[in-house]
């Protein structure tokens, strides 16, 4: 189980490291949950509306409660 989390853990700091750090904590939770939504995607770990890149703009969307 440790290894499992050291591994996803490591995965994301290998994304954050070029962003130098955040300055503050409401920057460093927006961009985590980017990455997470954008990995969640590639991985297939969620049900797209519509396929390709126009359903992950509609899922990302919705997941953050953006206009469309």
């Known amino acids: ?3 499992i989390i050291e ?3 490591g995965a994301l700091k290998r ?3 070029p962003t ?4 503050r904590m409401a920057t460093a939770s927006a961009t985590i949950k980017g990455f997470e ?3 969640m995607i590639r991985r297939g770990h969620c ?3 519509e396929p390709g890149s126009t359903g992950e703009i509609r899922f990302v969307n919705q997941l953050f409660g ?3």
Not at 20 to 23: A, D, L, T, V
């Open 20 to 23: 130098r750090g955040f300055q």
């Open 47 to 49: 049900m797209l509306t």
């Open 7 to 9: 591994a996803d853990h």
């Open 15 to 17: 994304v954050i490291r």
């Open 66 to 68: 953006l206009a469309v």
């Open 1 to 3: 189980m440790n290894s």
């Open 37 to 39: 939504v954008m990995r």
